[in-house]
């Protein structure tokens, strides 16, 4: 089945700065890949996803770039701020984008 | 409007007692999926329904867990003989159809088996 590798596991930025989270994927027929913002006691909500027919998206500050070749994907936070702070996970899909394979999470801090 | 919720919030039960975690999606929505997630790792798939029917249970890890959501909206999942290895967060989502429209995910039954 598909596996998602994903890092870096914390990510410690000052406010303002940019912030990267990188994952792969190692199934050629993954074709969706959402990311998701994890706050301390509440389940995941999605902030932006790409389909494998486009290579990159963005949405206000957060963009998400994808390349199918290498089977990498990743999430760029800009001027990020202190409420950017929390768990975010990436994920794929192969089979009609019902089935997720979420990566291990990346922990955010924004410091102020 | 109200989003997905779950029942209980938490749950502590003793090693071999049978357990069911309840959720209720957003009213409309066709899709439903369980998820369940390990301390500091991502969710782990366990099983989809459009409509009444299981779509995908191929995540479910063994026959003492099931799952069913007979008039297409609400959706037991239930574990026979809990483990110690079961505690985790149960998370529950819905969409609007499935087939890549967003799952909206609840905020989780915590199930610790003592």
């Known amino acids: 089945g598909e596996n998602v590798e994903q890092h870096p596991s914390t990510l410690s930025v000052q406010e303002g700065d940019s912030a990267v989270i990188k994952c792969t994927y190692s199934d050629s027929a993954s074709n969706y890949f959402p990311w998701y913002k994890q706050e301390l006691g509440k389940g995941p909500q999605l902030i932006i996803d790409?389909?494998?027919?486009?290579g990159e998206k963005k949405d206000q500050r957060i963009a998400v770039t994808l390349n199918k070749t290498a089977k990498h994907f990743s999430l760029h936070i800009t001027e990020t701020q202190p409420e950017d702070s929390a768990v975010y996970f990436c994920a794929a899909s192969t089979n009609n984008f019902n089935k997720f394979y979420f990566g291990s999470g990346t922990k955010l801090n924004v410091k102020p | 409007g109200a989003g997905v919720s779950q029942t209980p919030s938490n749950k502590v039960t003793e090693k071999g007692k049978y357990v069911e975690l309840r959720c209720d999606p957003i009213s409309g929505h066709t899709a439903l999926y369980w998820y369940r997630q390990s301390l500091g790792q991502g969710p782990e798939f366990l099983i989809y329904f459009q409509g009444t029917g299981a779509a995908d249970d191929s995540g479910l890890p063994n026959d003492r867990f099931f799952a069913v959501r007979p008039e297409g909206s609400v959706s037991t999942l239930k574990i026979q003989r809990t483990e110690r290895g079961d505690s985790a967060v149960y998370l529950c989502a819905s969409s609007f159809g499935g087939g890549g429209n967003e799952q909206y995910f609840g905020p989780g039954t915590r199930l610790t088996v003592t």
């Open positions: 790409i389909r494998s027919n486009v």
